[in-house]
């Protein structure tokens, strides 16, 4: 039988059957890659099933206690009163009896390896095409990822200090701390965004990185400062880097807050974008190419919204032709945008 995450996680909810657990345990033990595996899935788990299971290790001694009650209750003068008393969820969790012995120090090695190796690691979130995710830090800061992204972080800021590294495009709200600490977003080209607290946009993709500052104060700092000084950025402002030069940066400027921010409420704002920029951040976060019946085309600029609830990359080419009043042919895999004349 192919081990599957959902029979793993059934197994340490104990909502798996005999034959279930017994499949489970023994793949357990047969390999520490299955171990590190089962890690991985335990990663998984929402917040209230991840305290859930920490407290069972941190109470391993009461563990301990209510295990051996709960088997001393096994015995045939008890067996009656036993059904029908009400277990605690402890009891409950590890109500097995072939658990109690060598499984349940299995079990509790286990979370104990899974606690230790989550305090030590790095957690990442990679978003699909398309697919918009939050993720909250351990600071409790928030980041709305937009799809194609992905985010690294520490498990655990208590000793490490507080940084992320963002490939693609991130919506930040950064909590202040009363110590003043700084937050700081790795891009790519050794670009640093040094915060203190605040929420931004970040657009960090192939041809063209974009940092939006909603509020607060952020320092952008470049690979090499030869030639540019650190671009301190205020409310409303933003700047463009463009190519593999970070060197070729487009001077600050005042925009429209939402253009660069409305993907994080599912809507596009555009405010006289190009069907150019549309078609290039649809294939940047959809994955979707699409070309035009001549390069003239792609100049055409347009001002209004496009939402985005669906998720839907056949809506959203829909929704881009009738703002340019195009038509959409497609042939095999190919869409092309033509005039409607």
């Known amino acids: 039988m192919e081990m599957t995450k959902e029979l793993v996680l059934l197994y340490f909810r104990n909502k798996s059957t005999f034959q279930e657990d017994r499949i489970v345990e023994e793949w357990l033990k047969s390999s520490p890659a299955n171990t590190q595996q089962a890690m991985k899935w335990m990663d998984e788990l929402s917040d209230e099933e991840e305290k859930l299971f920490l407290k069972v290790v941190l109470d391993g001694d009461d563990v301990w206690k209510k295990t051996i009650e709960e088997i001393n209750l096994q015995s045939p003068e008890n067996q009656d009163r036993q059904q029908d008393r009400t277990k605690s969820w402890i009891w409950t969790t590890y109500r097995h009896t072939h658990r109690y012995a060598a499984v349940l120090v299995s079990i509790l090695m286990l979370a104990f390896a899974i606690y230790v190796y989550r305090i030590h690691s790095t957690v990442e979130v990679r978003t699909d095409f398309g697919k918009v995710t939050e993720v909250i830090l351990p600071d409790g800061s928030s980041v709305i990822l937009n799809g194609n992204s992905s985010l690294k972080y520490a498990y655990s800021w208590k000793e490490a200090p507080r940084e992320v590294w963002l490939e693609g495009e991130a919506f ?14 790795y891009l790519s080209d050794n670009k640093t965004i040094e915060v203190l607290g605040t929420e931004f946009n970040v657009s960090e993709r192939a041809l063209k990185s974009t940092i939006f500052l909603k509020s607060g104060k952020i320092m952008l700092h470049l690979a090499d400062q030869t030639h540019q000084e650190n671009i301190a950025l205020k409310p409303g402002e933003l700047v463009e880097l463009e190519g593999d030069d970070v060197k070729l940066v487009v001077p600050k400027k005042v925009v429209n807050p939402e253009k660069y921010y409305g993907w ?4 596009w704002i555009l405010d006289g974008t190009s069907l150019r920029e549309m078609l290039v951040k649809l294939e940047e976060n959809y994955d979707v190419h699409v070309d035009t019946e001549n390069e003239n085309m792609l100049d055409k600029r347009v001002s209004g919204s496009i939402p985005l609830s669906l998720n839907n990359a056949d809506t959203l080419i829909a929704d881009i032709a009738n703002l340019f009043e195009l038509k959409i042919i497609r042939e095999n895999r190919k869409i092309t945008l033509v005039t409607t004349e």
């Open 264 to 267: 994080t409420k599912n809507k």
């Open 172 to 185: 930040f709200h950064v909590k202040r701390k009363a110590d003043r600490s700084r937050f700081k977003v």
